[in-house]
């Protein structure tokens, strides 16, 4: 109900979902008097949908604060709730982020161990699979270096099981490739990433530039949420003045048409590559249930993304496997903490 375009993009990015994972099955969250027409006019979904009556919706203006306290009724609460209770193995949402990311907080509890959960993205990349994660990409302003440390091995858990990379490449996003550039966080920080690395399972790359995550140097980009969210957005923007700019240039006169026809299949490549869409759905980390934030503006081809990666990600033992990886990362970050203060002693 949160969507800006409305729960009629919801149901059809659901509709679009349903076709192509048969085996999958739904709990929509909302006001059923909205939401029972517009399932009606799809009957092929069948038994496989199922209603829940929620009357009140959380907005985009709606402080993280208040959800917390006053959002029980909401689609929202309802949703993250039916994760919480086994009925569902993701949650999917359009709406307000902070908002979700406090009701996710609040009602899945975070994973033991983590101080700070993350929202991961994919990113188009060069890498023979197509894309990149990165993480925190908003789901808090602020990383500590033991945070980073833990966002290094759950991006190397969504690797391993979402990207089914078997030994995935962290960076650390800094302000340039040498060691002793950038904050003294992020000096710590590439310590421990580095130290951990036997015990996580990945490669450390070290530090890495912004552009960089396009690249095929690297498999997850490990950042602080400020900086990853400017970053996504950035990307997404210029992803769209490209796109413009080419429906301009191709508009331009006559010549210009007949140019775009005989480019139509290559044109169309380019655009399926950097649409914003295909990769729709930031993945919350370090919760006891795993939920997806879909862009508020997302449309049917948007929501149906998000609900595919939702799909992937429900495989048997994927909270479980994060959970044993991040427990195994801190004790190598807390091994390598304390011999590094040993030997600071000892000099």
Request: glycine share 12%.
């Amino acid at each position: 109900m949160g969507s800006d375009r409305g729960p009629g993009a919801v149901v059809a990015g659901l509709v679009l979902s349903a076709a192509s994972l048969p085996d999958a099955s739904f709990i929509l969250h909302g006001d059923e008097v909205q939401l029972l027409p517009l399932l009606a006019r799809h009957p092929e979904l069948g038994s496989r949908v199922e209603v829940r009556h929620a009357a009140r919706v959380v907005t985009m203006h709606d402080k993280p604060s208040q959800v917390m306290r006053h959002g029980d009724g909401t689609s929202m609460w309802s949703c993250i709730d039916s994760v919480k209770n086994g009925e569902a193995k993701v949650a999917v949402s359009c709406g307000n982020t902070g908002a979700l990311m406090a009701v996710s907080m609040i009602r899945l509890r975070k994973l033991p161990g983590v101080n700070r959960p993350a929202i991961a993205c994919l990113w188009p990349s060069r890498n023979p699979g197509g894309f990149n994660l990165m993480l925190d990409v908003g789901a808090d302003i602020k990383a500590e270096a033991d945070d980073l440390l833990q966002y290094a091995a759950m991006g190397a858990s969504y690797a391993r099981n979402g990207l089914n990379l078997a030994r995935p490449r962290i960076g650390l996003l800094n302000v340039g490739t040498e060691e002793h550039k950038g904050r003294a966080e992020l000096k710590v920080a590439h310590d421990l990433i580095a130290n951990a690395a036997e015990a996580g399972s990945y490669d450390f790359v070290g530090f890495v530039e912004g552009g960089d995550i396009p690249s095929d140097r690297v498999d997850v980009i490990v950042t602080d949420g400020f900086t990853g969210n400017i970053a996504l957005k950035t990307g997404e923007g210029t992803a769209k003045l490209i796109s413009d700019f080419m429906k301009e240039a191709f508009n331009a006169g006559i010549l210009s048409k007949f140019a775009a026809l005989l480019a139509l299949n290559s044109l169309k490549r380019l655009q399926r590559r950097i649409d914003p869409r295909r990769v729709n759905g930031g993945v919350f980390l370090g919760l006891n249930g795993t939920v997806i934030k879909s862009h508020g503006s997302a449309d049917a081809t948007g929501v149906a993304a998000a609900i595919t990666l939702a799909h992937q990600l429900s495989g048997a033992g994927f909270l479980e496997r994060l959970a044993a990886r991040l427990a195994s990362t801190g004790r190598a970050g807390q091994d390598a903490a304390a011999d590094g203060a040993e030997a600071k002693a000892k000099q």
